[in-house]
T-cell receptor, first 118, second 111 residues
Framework: EPEVTQTPSHQVTQMGQEVILRCVPI?????FYWYRQILGQKVEFLVS????????KSEIFDDQFSVERPDGSNFTLKIRSTKLEDSAMYFC????????????????FGPGTRLTVL | DAKTTQPPSMDCAEGRAANLPCNHS???????VYWYRQIHSQGPQYIIH???NNETNEMASLIITEDRKSSTLILPHATLRDTAVYYC????????????FGAGTTVTVRA
């Protein structure tokens, strides 16, 4: 069964450094999402991405964050200058989202990247 | 977005059915009910979803009341590996099926 994969599984960085989290979506999926979960808290929506542009972003997703699909396969989340409070699990999710097919709006999540900012 | 209300926790005996309730009294006609679960800090795992009719798949059954104001996720034969946090989420095309996670129900399956 196809899966969403994410790398790295764990990233440790110093405050102020840039990090890039990578996601390989399920093949032929069209919609991509990033969520995060601070330890002990809820899973929070960050951003959705479709047709090479951001569809929606939450207030968490400020100017320090960016997303792109640089090579048509990987979907990346970049944090320009990490802060201590960015420490969290970051989950990528993807969905097929084919309007002409039923039941293609289910999001499938990757295993996550644990980001630790020191 | 419609909000959902779930009990914070519940226990279940291994091998027995687990019935997880969810209230979504403000759900609108075009909103689906989705269920996900999260084991430890792993990525949320899709379980099942429905609009009006009851649904069943290899993992679970979803029973939606006729007025759609509540639903029940049924795990027919709970195993220890079903111990997880279960999330009931309502969403629709109007918000691009964005998922808003609440606190969910922590289900503990006991031997």
């Amino acid at each position: 069964e196809p899966e969403v994969t994410q790398t790295p599984s764990h990233q440790v960085t110093q405050m102020g450094q840039e990090v890039i989290l990578r996601c390989v979506p399920i093949s032929n999926h069209l919609y991509f999402y990033w969520y995060r979960q601070i330890l002990g808290q809820k899973v929070e929506f960050l951003v959705s991405f479709y047709n090479n542009e951001i569809s929606e972003k939450s207030e968490i997703f400020d100017d320090q964050f960016s997303v792109e699909r640089p090579d048509g396969s990987n979907f990346t989340l970049k944090i320009r200058s990490t802060k201590l409070e960015d420490s969290a699990m970051y989950f990528c999710a993807t969905k097929l989202g084919d309007r002409f097919l039923p039941n293609t709006d289910t999001q499938y999540f990757g295993p996550g990247t644990r980001l630790t900012v020191l | 977005d419609a909000k959902t209300t779930q009990p914070p926790s519940m226990d279940c005996a291994e091998g027995r059915a687990a019935n997880l309730p969810c209230n979504h009294s403000t759900i609108s006609g075009n909103e689906y009910v989705y269920w996900y679960r999260q084991i430890h800090s792993q990525g949320p795992q899709y379980i099942i979803h429905g609009l009006k009719n009851n649904e069943t798949n290899e993992m679970a059954s979803l029973i939606i009341t006729e007025d759609r104001k509540s639903s029940t996720l049924i795990l027919p034969h709970a195993t220890l590996r079903d111990t997880a946090v279960y999330y009931c989420i309502v969403t629709s095309l109007l918000n691009d099926y964005k998922l808003s996670f609440g606190a969910g129900t922590t289900v503990t399956v006991r031997a």
